[in-house]
């Protein structure tokens, strides 16, 4: 695993590309921030520094349970959709060439190409006829449904015309079928498992339509409520609680970075991580 | 911990089975349900009325005239075209910007790489609403770019950047990026660098590596990319109305009208019906390329 | 593995039936940011009833979500026309609200409402306007027609704002043409057809959120705007005045309505009865910053609220309510918005 030589494959600018790119990513974080800190509750005029506007947040009951609504819905989502989303992409990519493979491959796309307003008045009337009522339950698998495709497309593109030498190799060393997939074919998968589940998640956190429609009493969740504020205005305390967001992802982001830099150092040999890099070594 | 199957046709149904489950019950069903309403008639106050009618597709082309007559009406076609440009659009901003940075973060160490991952979709993390709210106080009059330029006299009026086709691209940009990037990451991540040195060694141009060897070898990623970045930009309202001022019909809004404020759920379905055609076409065509690209892919 | 994967799911499932039909709850769907935070404590802490609250966009959502069927909750406030609708299609219960303790602080003015005129399924929630603002220190008017917002001067050209959704502008459009709101006459509606799409190119924007920050930095100096929010908008410190054209003003009138298949309607109509006393009306009011239809609530009103400019509609000019149109009208509509914004 050293590195490959510099030089080879770089491109001039790349780097300050990239720090441009981020600058456009974050600037508008920036801005929402600075404003959730502002006294008074219109966007351009700076009035002066308040916490008054996290102060409402913790007053108001019905924002913080939409804003644990929508974690709790993304999380477990994603967490479906990942899964079914990794069986399908093996299933389709590895499986040869079959009947039905075409009209699969249509299938898993199709949540993505449907209007969301439709899928949600669809599902809203299949769900009333079913008379099902699961609470939270409903909006998980309405997410879970449109979560699939944006695992699956990182997955499978990842894993077409993945190497699969290291796998017939494990199964040559007499490892069974699960670990192989778990020591060999999960860790190279890894980038674009997370990449897929990264997707899903934000996906799912700020889905709106179809949430308001199929969220059946006790389910509001953080973009429902943000935009049923029409009467209102949207008020800074929305970018409080954006705010709070972006430094919870920040501080999940740190700890990982702690946790992962640990196992980095451990001496190689050990694992998954190792593995990443496999086929190029 | 489960035994598989030995039968490979097995295997591959039952990984597919979940999704098919999962997509068919809650997708499949509903959206056939919607191809019956867009044959129905609209009930006024939302819903439909049991009769069999095909109002809902004539309209899309036609229109009675507020006399009643029906003429030819290019508004709804003039709608999805504009619509299809704009994401078109968006899409290729996308990829100039993302594909240069997924390539990046690929060079990386591997213990940075996730890192990086992580940085790009942290900001999605906010409400996307409010974020493209931002945007308003960026692009805006008095907002962050205009404030110093007035200031030092390098212009004397707004830009105008606002409210305008440039915004609208801006905000579908910036909302669907890492939809590109984490894709094209997750095929370039898989690139077999001794190629990249192999056309080096050979003396290739960087040019020539690029368009011969690394775009080629991600393209299975840069098409999800394109995919997920053309098809939610084409259904897209958040950007149109709030940076474009919402003043030209877009596809999303338009649909979002007929069920909402129309109330008028047959047209609503219709529409969505040929957008579906549009994207089923799409998507035959791609099955095709990917196939006689594994082809070629498998003589190599 | 699959056994594992069902297995949250399955607890969700349960947790959640669980508490929705526990005893003691009370199920509001209302706007966000429309149910004073104060009010729901103080009703809890008097009754026990415990308070959950959803959100929803629209009228037309709430609509169809009660029209689907399954839904679970108690108390709704949709706007005038939208509980005639919602009657007419059978989505509401007789609570008999006339008969309640507090009906006698209704304002005599809004009793027995037109959209439910044996006062049986609604009680008031808060009423509004909607019109237009004009940034008094940039606009040279006086915001005395309806005319400087439909054939704006020079100086707004190009720097005026417009609702997003059709309902309020048409309506508006209709009162500066002294024509009766939902129309079935195309001739009638040509004209409102007219009439906006030559007040298009000089519209910056079509959208309802941010009207104040718009307003606020000087991308448009007149908007389409509803009363309490414009207010909102002054108070920050944005030289914006609520305009009151001699032609009149559109109004909306929100109330508490009860759907079929509530699971605790004896909760939603303590409730009501609740929302019907001065002083729980003035905490709502205060809140929201809308006025309230109760009597007495003005003792128990912010001094902002009762001296407002905003809220207190001059004797001269006319609040002409929002009506549920007839299919025909609604086409029209219909067809006026798409050709104004094709």
Redesign the interface.
């Known amino acids: 695993m050293k590195r490959r030589h510099l030089g080879v494959g770089r491109y001039h600018g790349l780097g300050t590309w990239t720090v441009l790119c981020f600058a456009f990513l974050y600037l508008p974080i920036g801005i929402l921030i600075v404003y959730s800190f502002n006294a008074s509750s219109l966007a351009m005029t700076w009035t002066g520094f308040s916490l008054d506007w996290y102060a409402k947040v913790l007053r108001n009951d019905s924002i913080q349970f939409a804003a644990v609504n929508s974690l709790v819905i993304a999380t477990i989502s994603t967490l479906f959709a990942t899964v079914i989303a990794t069986a399908a992409a093996l299933a389709l990519v590895r499986g040869g060439r079959f009947a039905g493979q075409t009209a699969s491959i249509g299938l898993v796309t199709l949540p993505l190409v449907v209007p969301e307003i439709v899928t949600a008045v669809a599902v809203l009337i299949f769900f009333a006829h079913l008379e099902l009522n699961l609470g939270i339950g409903n909006v998980i698998i309405a997410h879970t449904t449109f979560c699939i495709p944006f695992a699956f497309m990182p997955i499978r593109a990842r894993l077409v015309g993945m190497d699969t030498s290291l796998e017939q190799a494990a199964r040559d060393l007499y490892s069974s079928e699960w670990q192989t997939f778990r020591y060999v074919t999960a860790p190279l998968l890894m980038p674009g498992i997370l990449s897929g589940a990264m997707l899903s998640f934000v996906i799912s956190l700020d889905d709106f339509i179809i949430t308001l429609m199929v969220a059946p009493a006790g389910a509001t969740t953080l973009p429902v409520y943000i935009y049923s504020m029409i009467r209102q205005g949207i008020t800074p305390e929305v970018n409080a609680i954006s705010s709070v967001f972006f430094a919870a992802s920040v501080l999940l982001v740190s700890i990982y970075w702690l946790l992962s830099r640990r196992v980095m150092s451990v001496p190689k040999g050990s694992g998954a991580n190792n593995m990443s890099g496999g086929s190029r070594t | 911990?489960?035994?598989?199957p030995r039968n490979?046709?097995t295997?591959?149904?039952?990984?597919?089975a979940?999704?098919?489950l999962?997509?068919?019950v809650?997708?499949?069903?509903?959206?056939a349900?919607?191809a019956v309403i867009s044959f129905l008639e609209?009930n006024?106050?939302?819903?439909v009325h049991f009769n069999f009618s095909t109002d809902a597709y004539v309209q899309i082309a036609f229109?009675y005239d507020?006399?009643?007559d029906l003429v030819f009406n290019p508004?709804y076609i003039?709608?999805i075209l504009r619509s299809v440009g704009l994401s078109v659009l968006a899409t290729v901003v996308c990829l100039v910007?993302?594909f240069?940075?997924a390539?990046?973060?690929t060079?990386q160490?591997?213990?940075r790489?996730?890192?990086y991952?992580?940085?790009?979709?942290?900001?999605?993390?906010?409400?996307?609403?409010?974020?493209?709210?931002?945007?308003?106080?960026?692009l805006?009059?008095?907002?962050?770019i205009e404030t110093p330029l007035l200031l030092t006299g390098i212009i004397d009026d707004s830009l105008g950047m606002?409210?305008t086709n440039g915004a609208i691209t801006v905000g579908l940009a910036?909302s669907y990026?890492?939809?590109m990037i984490?894709?094209?990451?997750?095929?370039l991540?898989?690139?077999?660098?001794?190629l990249?040195?192999a056309a080096?060694d050979l003396y290739a141009h960087?040019l020539e590596?690029?368009t011969k060897v690394?775009i080629p070898?991600s393209m299975?990623?840069i098409?999800?990319?394109c995919?997920?970045v053309y098809?939610?930009s084409?259904?897209a309202f958040i950007a149109p109305?709030?940076l474009g001022?919402?003043?030209?019909?877009l596809?999303?809004s338009?649909?979002?009208?007929q069920?909402?404020?129309?109330?008028?759920?047959p047209f609503?379905?219709a529409?969505?019906m040929i957008?579906?055609a549009f994207?089923?076409v799409a998507?035959?065509i791609y099955?095709q390329s990917a196939?006689k690209r594994?082809r070629i892919?498998g003589d190599s | 593995m699959m056994r594992q994967f069902g297995a949250p799911l399955l607890a969700i499932t349960l947790s959640v039936s669980g508490t929705a039909f526990a005893e003691g709850d009370l199920y509001i769907y209302n706007w966000s940011d429309y149910t004073a935070p104060d009010l729901v404590e103080k009703f809890e802490a008097e009754t026990g009833i415990n308070v959950i609250i959803d959100s929803y966009d629209s009228n037309e959502t709430a609509l169809a979500k009660l029209q689907s069927g399954a839904t679970g909750y108690d108390i709704v406030v949709p706007s005038q026309h939208f509980v005639e609708i919602m009657i007419k299609e059978g989505l509401l219960q007789k609570v008999a609200v006339h008969q309640m303790e507090n009906f006698g602080n209704v304002d005599p003015r809004w009793t027995y409402p037109s959209w439910d005129p044996d006062q049986e399924y609604s009680a008031p929630w808060n009423w509004g306007s909607a019109s237009f603002s004009y940034r008094a220190d940039l606009y040279s008017g006086s915001g005395a027609s309806l005319s400087e917002f439909f054939e704006p001067s020079e100086e707004v050209c190009g720097r005026l704002g417009v609702f997003e959704a059709p309902d309020e502008v048409i309506n508006m459009a209709n009162l500066y043409l002294g024509l009766p709101y939902c129309s079935e006459d195309p001739a009638e509606m040509t004209r409102v057809q007219e009439l906006l799409v030559n007040q298009k190119p000089c519209v910056t924007a079509y959208s309802s959120e941010g009207l104040n920050d718009r307003l606020a930095n000087e991308d448009v100096i007149m908007s389409a705007h509803w009363n309490g929010y414009s207010k909102k908008g002054r108070e920050a410190g944005a030289d914006i005045v609520y305009a009151y054209p001699e032609e009149g003003i559109v109004g909306w009138y929100d109330s508490v309505v009860v759907p079929v298949g509530a699971s605790n309607i004896d909760n939603a109509k303590i409730f009501m009865n609740f929302m019907m006393d001065p002083e729980n009306a003035a905490i709502q009011s205060n809140f929201s910053h809308y006025a309230n239809a109760i009597m007495g609530s003005e003792a128990y009103l912010d001094e902002s609220l009762s001296t407002a400019a905003e809220l207190n509609v001059p004797a001269d000019v006319p609040v002409i309510f929002g009506e549920a149109c007839s299919p025909a009208a609604q086409k029209l509509i219909d067809r006026v918005w798409t050709k104004v914004l094709q």
Do not use: C
């Open positions: 911990m489960i035994s598989l490979p046709r295997r591959t149904w039952l990984g597919l979940p999704a098919w999962v997509i068919g809650f997708m499949l069903v509903p959206i349900l919607m609209a006024p106050y939302g819903g229109e507020l006399m009643d508004i003039n709608i910007i993302g240069p940075v390539y990046f973060i060079l160490p591997p213990s790489r996730n890192f991952i992580y940085l790009i979709t942290i900001p999605f993390w906010t409400n996307l609403l409010i974020r493209t709210f931002s945007w308003i106080l960026i805006g009059r008095n907002g962050v606002m409210y910036y990026l890492p939809l984490l894709p094209i990451y997750a095929s991540e898989r690139l077999d660098f001794r990249v040195e080096s960087r590596i690029m690394i070898l299975p990623g098409v999800a990319g995919m997920l098809i939610p084409l259904g109305d709030l001022g919402g003043k030209r019909l596809l999303g338009l649909v979002q009208l069920f909402a404020t129309a109330r008028n759920w609503g379905a529409i969505a957008l579906l994207v089923v998507l035959m099955a196939r594994a892919e």
